[in-house]
């Protein structure tokens, strides 16, 4: 396993530096543009799909256990620390990790801010037919959704150093000729 020094972390912070910067940009849009519980719609034909709706949030993404603002702010907290210190142990050649792991970053870092600076979190992106969310969540499920597929298709074991198996279901070898 490859190890990257500071200089091979850049790709996970400016990835995460990127969602913290879209994120706060557009809920200060959404304070400053829609009064808390109204609805606007980007484009008319949008409108079916999508609005934006000016919601607090003091629960988990999707507005899931409300008013446990202290809690999410110690696992927002947890999520970074463990992805700053865990990176540098995990990076590997694989350009989806820092990608997934700053997706991630950013996510828990833009929803910190908003429960620190505020005490819940300013969401707006709603799709009529799921919870009302924002960049800070789509990001840390966009990662989240990455990381799942480099552990499940990219970061697959060697079989190379694997010890060959000694005889198959059905079959003798020779060492152990079959009995009766």
């Known amino acids: 396993m490859k190890k990257r020094g500071a200089r091979g972390s850049w790709p996970l912070f400016a990835v995460g530096a990127l969602v913290v910067l879209v994120d706060q940009y557009t809920k200060h849009l959404v304070r400053q543009n829609i009064p808390l519980g109204a609805s606007r719609g980007p484009f008319p034909w949008l409108e079916?799909?999508?609005?934006?709706?000016?919601?607090?949030?003091?629960?988990?993404?999707f507005g899931l256990f409300p008013n446990l603002s202290i809690v999410f702010v110690l696992i927002a907290l947890a999520v970074i620390v463990g992805i700053a210190l865990y990176y540098r142990q995990l990076a590997q050649a694989a350009p989806l990790l820092p990608i997934a792991l700053g997706l991630q970053l950013?996510?828990?870092?833009?929803?910190?801010?908003?429960?620190l600076s505020q005490g819940y979190v300013?969401?707006?992106?709603?799709?009529?037919?799921?919870?009302?969310?924002?960049?800070?969540?789509?990001?840390?499920v966009i990662g989240t959704a990455l990381?799942?597929?480099?552990?499940?298709?990219?970061?697959?074991?060697?079989?190379?150093?694997?010890p060959a198996p000694r005889h198959r279901a059905g079959e003798a070898d020779a060492e152990n000729p079959p009995t009766s």
């Open 122 to 140: 300013t969401d707006f992106l709603d799709l009529h037919v799921w919870p009302v969310f924002n960049v800070a969540d789509s990001a840390v």
């Open 147 to 162: 990381l799942a597929y480099y552990a499940l298709f990219v970061d697959q074991p060697s079989t190379a150093n694997a």
């Open 48 to 61: 079916p799909i999508i609005t934006f709706t000016h919601v607090r949030n003091t629960g988990a993404a």
């Open 106 to 115: 950013g996510g828990a870092a833009g929803n910190l801010i908003d429960r």
